[in-house]
């Protein structure tokens, strides 16, 4: 009798720990806009302390919300919907590329690009005032290109895209001060 192929998960004869299940779908959260907002700020996806909490950049030492203080928009002391408010009253609103993705962890080097599904970014950049997008990392700026590089180009040349350093804290090898400077160049 030829051997049969492993399920998915199962740990092979010999092998340790638990079978493994395989990566979920992540989802990310709705976009935090509103008829003011000027500058939207865009992530990949949000990891598992934020989809756990259900506020975008939820991690303790995510540095997102002390930059934002430290440029004068709001202070991470507030309540995350006093945050916001304050957020939108500066003109800045807050959204992921993808819709959906398959990612085991919270890295975005975990994200499977092929699981990948955008927002519906087109339709929120159509009725809105937008000027400028800022992309949080890398991974948020390859994911905007490859999903709507062409359409940006061609629909709405009027806007600047920023591919900013990621705030995540495993975007360790840029300093805050780094991180501070660009971000408040492209805020301010």
């Known amino acids: 009798m030829p051997p049969q192929p492993m399920?998915?998960?199962?740990?092979?004869?010999?092998?340790?720990?638990p079978p493994r299940s395989p990566p979920a779908r992540v989802r990310s959260f709705a976009p935090v806009?509103?008829?003011?907002?000027?500058?939207?700020?865009?992530?990949?996806?949000?990891?598992i302390a934020s989809l756990h909490a259900r506020q975008y950049y939820a991690h303790p030492r995510n540095h997102f919300w002390r930059l934002l203080a430290d440029i004068g928009v709001a202070a991470p002391g507030l309540p995350y919907h006093q945050r916001l408010q304050?957020?939108?009253?500066?003109?800045?609103?807050?959204?992921?590329?993808?819709?959906?993705?398959?990612?085991?962890?919270?890295?975005?080097?975990?994200?499977?690009?092929?699981?990948?599904?955008?927002?519906?970014?087109?339709?929120?950049?159509?009725?809105?005032?937008?000027?400028?997008?800022?992309?949080?990392?890398?991974?948020?700026?390859?994911?905007?290109r490859r999903h709507f590089g062409r359409s940006l180009a061609n629909d709405?040349?009027?806007?600047?895209?920023?591919?900013?350093?990621s705030t995540s804290p495993a975007n360790a090898g840029c300093s805050y001060q780094?991180?501070?400077?660009?971000?408040?160049?492209?805020?301010?």
């Open 7 to 17: 399920p998915r998960g199962a740990t092979p004869p010999g092998g340790s720990g």
């Open 33 to 47: 806009t509103d008829p003011r907002t000027r500058i939207l700020i865009l992530g990949s996806m949000p990891g």
């Open 86 to 144: 304050s957020l939108l009253a500066h003109g800045l609103g807050l959204w992921d590329v993808l819709h959906s993705c398959v990612r085991t962890g919270s890295l975005d080097a975990a994200i499977d690009a092929r699981s990948a599904l955008p927002n519906d970014l087109l339709p929120l950049l159509r009725a809105s005032p937008v000027t400028r997008v800022c992309c949080n990392g890398g991974t948020a700026y390859a994911s905007l």
């Open 156 to 165: 709405f040349p009027h806007i600047e895209i920023h591919r900013l350093p």
């Open 178 to 188: 780094r991180k501070l400077a660009a971000w408040r160049e492209v805020l301010s």
